[in-house]
């Protein structure tokens, strides 16, 4: 499916009815829209897979429609409650994923004007508590493409601000790298009306409010973090994706990052970064294609810790101890801090 989850269809999605699937989480990464890293994150996957799992099922209990169907072990489906130990394995709700037209170096996105239903939303929304110092709104200040009152602020923020009021941002899906939009182009772009623009807004905030309760009780501050959408068959807005993991959401504890930003941290530093910025100005579609280097692997000590944070994260915001062994956020995030 893509450079993180792989995807199983058991029943196809159709234009008249949405198919079954199951999601299998690996232990890939990515950063940068790069797609799969050279390294594998030993039990990243089963992190993402029972963390997003028990976010989907506190949304349930607010009324929140999801794709959520639930975790399978040894072959059945159950709820997080039900479980004898870690998987990695989700059973969800599939809907179709309408590819936009690549046209003369651009997307024609005229396609959903026409579509009702059973389709993924080709957004991705963020929710913003925080501006981080690696926060995309910085570069894109620095840019002219974004400005303070784009933001609802008065004045031009500072890295590190704590924000009075969450902030909503939208970006695009489906296209080679994610461009961020305003709420009226990406209106247009995917066919929606006021009161689904609205809805989504309504939905995003709730979903970052819940993230950042439930993180706060682990000691953690959730920065940002993006939620995916897509359109059941009466059109009925749902949930989709993941949710609440460290590849969605940026947390820091006591000031450290703690998700796969220590990682972007680490690259940023690297000569295959800076190739990949400069091919991202000349080419927004094809820039992997100018890209000559391969990204080097990860320092072993900092993939391990990186691991570390994972089951240290599922452990802390579900309440159950997943993975046994597994030291305290607080302690892996003490000994993570020389790396960043």
């Known amino acids: 499916m893509g450079s993180v989850k792989d995807l199983q269809v058991l029943v196809p999605p159709t234009e008249e009815a949405g198919g079954v699937g199951r999601f299998s989480f690996s232990d890939r990464y990515s950063v940068f829209d790069w797609g799969e890293m050279p ?38 489906v159950k709820r997080l409650t039900e479980l004898t130990g870690p998987v990695a394995v989700m059973e969800v709700g599939l809907l179709r994923v309408i590819e936009p037209a ?41 840019e002219g493409s974004l400005k303070p009152e784009d933001l609802g602020l008065a004045e031009r923020p500072v890295p590190g601000q704590v924000l009075e009021r969450p902030l909503l941002d939208v970006s695009t899906k489906l296209e080679a790298s994610d461009r961020y939009l305003s709420w009226a182009e990406a209106k247009e772009l995917a066919g929606l009306t006021e009161g689904e623009v609205a809805e989504i807004k309504r939905a995003a905030l709730t979903i970052g409010g819940l993230i950042a309760a439930e993180a706060g009780k682990a000691g953690l501050v959730n920065e940002d973090g993006k939620v995916e959408f897509g359109f059941d068959g009466e059109r009925n807005l749902l949930v989709i994706d993941a949710l609440g993991t460290l590849d969605e959401c940026r947390f820091t504890f ?20 800076r190739e990949v910025e400069a091919a991202k100005k000349k080419d927004k579609i094809k820039w992997k294609e100018l890209v000559e280097q391969s990204p080097p692997p990860l320092p072993p000590r900092l993939k391990e810790l990186i691991s570390r944070l994972y089951c240290a994260y599922a452990n802390e915001v579900t309440g159950r101890p997943w993975f046994a062994g597994t030291s305290s956020l607080a302690e892996v995030v003490q000994e993570i801090r020389k790396y960043l």
């Open 39 to 76: 390294d594998h994150i030993p039990h990243k996957g089963a992190s993402l897979c029972l963390v997003s799992a028990y976010f989907f099922e506190r949304l349930e209990e607010k009324g929140i429609r999801t794709h959520y169907r639930g975790l399978v072990e040894n072959g059945a």
């Open 102 to 142: 690549v046209k003369e170096g651009g997307y024609d996105y005229s396609v959903y004007q026409e579509k009702k239903g059973n389709f993924l939303i080709p957004l991705e929304v963020i929710y913003r508590h925080a501006l981080p110092p690696g926060s995309s709104v910085f570069r894109r200040l620095r």
């Open 254 to 273: 006591q000031g450290i990052p703690v998700s796969k930003e220590a990682a972007r941290i680490f690259y940023k530093e690297t000569a295959w970064y």
